[in-house]
């Protein structure tokens, strides 16, 4: 538990390719995105009549989620 394993996340903002380190992926990857949002300060739909819970953060998509400490597999939203 010394040693935090690092992720790079890529997903595309508004059309434009973008790339971040993270190094917790106990969380839901929706809240990722949240984050990411709040970074870029992009607006979060609010979609209660549909999924509730699952905010929308507009704009970001093709979101995917690889280890730096190999190629173990990805996680894809």
């Not at 709040?38 to 979101?63: F, N, Q, R, W, Y």
């Amino acid at each position: 538990m010394s040693d935090k394993e690092l992720y790079e996340i890529e997903y595309t903002l508004l059309g434009e390719h973008h790339v971040d380190v993270i190094e917790n992926l106990d969380v839901p990857i929706i809240e990722v995105v949240h984050e990411l949002a709040l970074k870029h300060h992009v607006e979060l739909d609010d979609l209660s009549a549909g999924d509730a819970g699952m905010p929308h953060a507009a704009g970001i998509t093709d979101v995917s989620i690889h280890s730096l400490e190999g190629s173990e597999g990805s996680a894809t939203a």
